[in-house]
């Protein structure tokens, strides 16, 4: 993220004899669904810099040139259509898949999302789980009925930020519509398009990580996400049942289908720890070891279980209030686990081996 001052928003600032500071700050459209944010930031920024004693920030509105001019800044040297996520790119992009729902796989991709920008890590996630998105929910997001909407800066869209994730989810495209009573209902090539449009025209700047959170299945998104992005990653969520099992195997075989690499599994739910210290095992053992057991073989080296988290009432609860327990609590063992497998995935940083770095010896 770059500061306002780099990308033309600040357009005077002054100190008069007494210490208090004027800034003049400009947004790039009315009604900005950041301008509360980014008024609160400069002013509190403005407030703690030396000799200053007061700071009066003033609001305006960019014209179309300076609008024009702030996109070429952000962009940079890249065009208009030019994708961020291809072969090329350095940032690592890391899908997260399962076999089916309801096994906790939306909860384990903003935990870790949220652990590796605790880290320093710049992190996006892209909530790709169109029908049953619940990404803004439990990023503190949405409230009331509403969900907080990106800023749209002509065909460029800046996605909002929480807990220092830049977040992207249909949900913010319903318009005035309550998320808990919408439905998405499409055909595959809406899917296709809009998962299209959410890695072009959403600018998450550079990234060191950009996790997608799959809907679960082997369906149109999971083959999209292959097609636009063969080098992703993928981590493959379930629960210790046999049942999930059997079907979280199968959407690592589509991944590998259309070239993606399984890196590890995590398996969610794994016990409820009981007051006398013993553990109930709600949904029985050893689903996550099967299922890298089941993925790894000779031709693709082993997959191992990256982690197991345990049930835990203060995960569910963080998830469902917006506060991830990763920051609120990283005590509970389920965020503390979670913990552990973000630190063990951000030890493998982004890779020059085979990419270009536009530069050409003389």
């Known amino acids: 993220m770059r500061p306002v001052t780099e990308l033309g928003m600040v357009t005077e600032v002054?100190?008069?004899?007494?210490?208090?500071?004027?800034?003049?700050?400009l947004l790039t459209i009315a009604g900005c669904p950041a301008a509360r944010r980014i008024e609160e930031d400069t002013v509190a920024a403005t407030a703690s810099a030396d000799g200053v004693t007061a700071a009066d920030v003033r609001i305006g509105v960019m014209t179309p040139a300076e609008r024009r001019a702030f996109?070429?800044?952000?962009?940079?040297?890249?065009?208009?259509?030019?994708?961020?996520?291809?072969?090329?790119?350095?940032?690592?992009?890391?899908?997260?898949?399962?076999?089916k729902g309801g096994v906790g796989k939306s909860s384990i991709t903003a935990g870790l999302a949220v652990s590796l920008a605790e880290q320093g890590l710049s992190v996006g996630l892209v909530d790709a789980d169109v029908f049953g998105f619940s990404i803004p929910g439990i990023l503190g997001?949405?409230?009331?009925?509403?969900?907080?909407?990106?800023?749209?800066?002509?065909?460029?869209?800046?996605?909002?930020?929480?807990?220092?994730?830049?977040?992207?989810?249909?949900?913010?495209?319903?318009?005035?519509?309550d998320p808990r009573s919408t439905a998405v209902s499409w055909r595959g090539p809406m899917l296709h398009r809009t998962i299209e449009q959410f890695l072009r025209d959403v600018w998450f700047g550079d990234l060191d990580v950009l996790l997608l959170d799959l809907p679960p299945g082997t369906g149109d998104?999971?083959?999209?996400?292959?097609?636009?992005?063969?080098?992703?990653?993928v981590l493959v969520v379930t629960t210790p049942q046999e049942a999930a099992a059997d079907v979280a195997v199968r959407s690592a075989l589509v991944a590998r289908q259309t070239g993606q690499t399984v890196i590890g599994v995590i398996?969610?739910?794994?016990?409820?720890?009981?007051?006398?210290?013993?553990?109930?095992?709600l949904f029985g053992t050893g689903g996550g070891?099967?299922?890298?057991?089941?993925?790894?073989?000779?031709?693709?080296?082993?997959?191992?279980?990256?982690?197991?988290?345990?049930?835990?009432?203060?995960?569910?609860?963080?998830?469902?209030?917006?506060?991830?327990?990763?920051?609120?609590?990283?005590?509970d063992p389920a965020a503390a686990e979670l913990l552990r497998v973000s630190r063990a995935l951000a030890q493998r940083g982004?890779?020059?081996?085979?990419?270009?770095l536009g530069i050409a010896p003389r």
């Not at 259509?81 to 291809?86: D, I, M, N, S, T």
């Not at 998104?221 to 990653?233: F, H, K």
């Not at 398996?267 to 095992?281: H, K, R, T, Y």
């Open 221 to 233: 998104i999971a083959i999209s996400v292959g097609q636009l992005l063969p080098q992703a990653e």
């Open 289 to 331: 070891a099967l299922v890298a057991e089941r993925l790894s073989d000779e031709e693709h080296g082993e997959v191992p279980l990256l982690g197991s988290v345990p049930l835990s009432p203060g995960f569910r609860i963080g998830g469902d209030t917006g506060e991830p327990a990763v920051l609120k609590n990283p005590e």
């Open 14 to 25: 002054s100190v008069d004899e007494a210490g208090t500071a004027s800034v003049e700050l």
């Open 350 to 356: 982004r890779g020059l081996a085979g990419r270009s």
């Open 141 to 177: 997001l949405a409230a009331d009925g509403s969900i907080t909407q990106p800023t749209r800066v002509d065909d460029m869209i800046l996605p909002p930020v929480a807990f220092g994730v830049k977040v992207i989810s249909i949900g913010m495209f319903l318009g005035d519509a």
């Open 267 to 281: 398996e969610n739910m794994a016990g409820l720890a009981q007051p006398d210290g013993s553990v109930l095992d």
């Open 71 to 99: 996109i070429e800044r952000v962009r940079g040297d890249r065009g208009a259509r030019a994708p961020q996520f291809g072969p090329d790119s350095l940032t690592r992009v890391i899908a997260v898949t399962s076999g």
